[in-house]
């Protein structure tokens, strides 16, 4: 046989394997209690197995800031468990295979725990007695990856082991941190990570022989409110606006969703908590609540979703995908039941989450046609209830862009309000509003649509009003701006702005290509030359804002009469500044320049009547 052919077993770089543990798989060091922990849960769950009159499992934790020594009364190991479970880095589910247990019945599958104590300690030592009655053993393990395993003596007969007692069943581990991890090992902050990761254990814990279990209380919903509440203002940083019951039996998970009493930033990641097996998996488990539920945090305890290796987060498969849509049909359930049984906590619920149940409603039919006739949207006339509109019949007419909104709000007729679809969902729930009720009609409309409907002045004033559009054209010629002049409501309103959206996209390139670096501003130039290839030239009428005058305002009427060009020019363009700040614009820097000149003259003729005549 070749030689060369031979299989050989890896050689493992111990540190190496720590080394990856500490960076790349556990967030901290602190995880290595937390291994330990489940460890000692494993460990009595399977001596219980196999003897159910055995002792009540406990797990005793002592440290006097030196020495840390975790103790639990477990089924142990013998010498050839020990072995295959102690010395073999990285074997997965190996206690299900050597103690021939079922798996699901642990919380430790990865056979990487007891490395974690690497990350605090150069040597790990464990001694432990078997339950089935053979001598107890000892393996001590060290980073330069050696180990070793020994058979202790029997017991003498007065119950000794030369100067020790006779060993109890179970598994003792010890660890001497290193001088730079030793605080951890301190007892009050041991005593924070006992509690931390196992507070809701139903294994008895101890440190320093003081217990340090509690009631999971977010497990019993019928339990006491103010608990429940506490609990939720721990996990929150604030007291919640509201609780909701968990329960997915198929995978055994259960617990609290917690209803957020201010809106999240959009920005804002899940940060659920969640337990596996009442052990602590992670505080920020952000995958377990559908993408459209972040209205809410949960605190929940699963039996049936498997952790990854760092068991901080939860492993995307079918069971997981399944637990989502279930708590996300939960979630939906509890909305509706609010909105048609408990309408004033369902307002409150509204006015702070209205964002997250607008995103909610274009994915959910039957939660839109409860949720939706009561949200708000913003119209012409003011801020109006969805349901109202429904109620009203006929068409719905709105802008797609906030800025067009503000542009034509001021002058649609009262008895045809415009809806603003320009916040976030806006637009899309605009248009699901005919699903909801057949009477209704929606339609998009754009800034030159509404200025088309505007009124043009009688036709023995067209001459004079084609004279004040040439001459206020000429006044606005540095801004490009093009004039019209209509009859609209309201008439104390002299002037509109108006530019559809293509014309403020140019605008905003031309205001960043003001201020932008040599370089930029070149590009920015080139896409205007690129859009005029296409047909659209930047002097184009269809890419110039407007100014719409209106006939109906005396102001306008008397501007028309004004002989002397100093005061018509400047007057015009304070009316165009102003008719771009009604309209919420920013101004550009030569709006300023208008502006700015403008008033200097302005402010001149008051002083000196002779000011115009000079210049």
């Known amino acids: 046989m070749n030689q060369d052919s031979v299989a050989r077993p890896f050689q493992v770089d111990l540190r190496g394997v720590v080394d990856l543990l500490s960076r790349h798989i556990y967030s901290s060091p602190q995880v290595f209690l937390r291994e330990l922990l489940q460890n000692g849960v494993d460990a009595v769950a399977a001596r219980k197995m196999q003897d159910p009159a055995a002792p009540e499992g406990r797990l005793e934790i002592d440290s006097d800031g030196e020495l840390l020594t975790v103790r639990d009364n477990g ?18 589910s190996k206690r299900d295979s050597v103690l021939n247990l079922r798996r699901e019945d642990f919380l430790g599958q990865f056979g990487i725990g007891l490395l974690s104590c690497f990350l605090i ?65 301190e007892p009050g902050n041991i005593r924070r990570l006992a509690a931390h990761f196992g507070e809701y254990l139903a294994l008895r814990i101890s440190v320093a022989g003081e217990p340090i279990n509690k009631a999971a209380s977010f497990l019993d919903p019928a339990g006491p409110p103010e608990e429940i509440l506490a609990l939720g203002a721990d996990l929150l940083g604030a007291t919640p606006l509201d609780w909701i019951p968990l329960d997915i039996p198929g995978t055994g998970t259960r617990g609290i969703a917690y209803l957020l009493p201010t809106a999240p930033p959009p920005s804002a990641h899940q940060a659920n908590r969640v337990y596996l097996g009442r052990m602590l998996l992670g505080e920020r488990v952000d995958s377990l609540l559908p993408d459209w539920a972040f209205f809410v945090r949960c605190i929940l305890d699963t039996d049936g979703l498997q952790p990854t290796a760092s068991r901080e987060q939860l492993v995307e498969d079918a069971s997981l995908e399944f637990t989502r849509e279930e708590l996300g049909k939960t979630l939906k359930r509890w909305i509706v039941q609010l909105a048609t049984t408990q309408q004033r906590r369902f307002d409150q619920f509204l006015s702070v989450h209205q964002l997250s149940l607008r995103a909610l409603s274009l994915h959910d039919d039957e939660l839109a046609a409860v949720i939706v006739p009561w949200l708000s949207v913003e119209t012409a006339a003011g801020r109006m209830p969805i349901r109202a509109l429904l109620e009203s019949g006929g068409t719905l007419r709105y802008t797609e862009t906030t800025d067009e909104f503000r542009q034509i709000a001021a002058v649609v007729p009262p008895g045809m309000p415009v809806l603003n679809g320009g916040y976030a969902y806006e637009s899309e729930l605009i248009r699901r509003l005919p699903e909801l009720s057949p009477q209704i009609q929606v339609e998009r409309i754009r800034v030159a649509e509404v200025l088309d409907e505007l009124a043009a002045p009688a036709l023995a004033d067209r001459d004079a009003t084609a004279e004040l559009e040439r001459r206020a054209e000429r006044a606005l010629a540095e801004a490009a701006c093009k004039v019209s002049v209509r009859n609209f409501n309201p008439e104390h309103l002299p002037a509109l702005y108006v530019a559809d959206p293509e014309v403020l996209r140019r605008i905003e390139r031309s205001k960043a290509s003001d201020v932008a670096p040599s370089f930029w501003a070149g590009i920015m130039a080139n ?49 165009y500044v102003q008719a771009m700040l009604e309209g919420h614009r920013p101004l550009a820097a030569v709006d300023r320049k208008l502006l700015s000149g403008s008033l200097s003259d302005l402010i001149h003729l008051s002083v000196s009547p002779d000011f115009g005549s000079i210049r």
């Open 121 to 185: 300690a150069d040597e790990i030592r464990v001694v432990s007695r078997s339950a089935s009655g053979s001598r107890p053993v000892e393996w001590i393990g060290s980073t330069e990856g050696s180990f070793t395993l020994r058979s202790l003596d029997d017991p003498a007969p007065d119950g000794k082991i030369g100067d020790r007692a006779v060993l109890p069943v179970g598994t003792t581990v010890y660890l001497r941190p290193r001088p730079t991890e030793a605080a951890i090992i």
């Open 75 to 92: 089924v142990g190991l013998t010498l050839d468990e020990a072995t295959q479970l102690l010395a073999t880095v990285g074997r997965s």
């Open 527 to 575: 896409v205007d030359e690129q859009l005029g290839s296409n047909g659209k030239k930047p002097d184009d009428d269809r890419l110039r804002s407007r100014l719409c005058l209106n006939w109906a305002n005396p102001l306008t009427r008397e501007l028309a009469g004004v002989d002397d060009g100093l005061v018509f020019e400047r007057t015009v363009r304070l009316l």
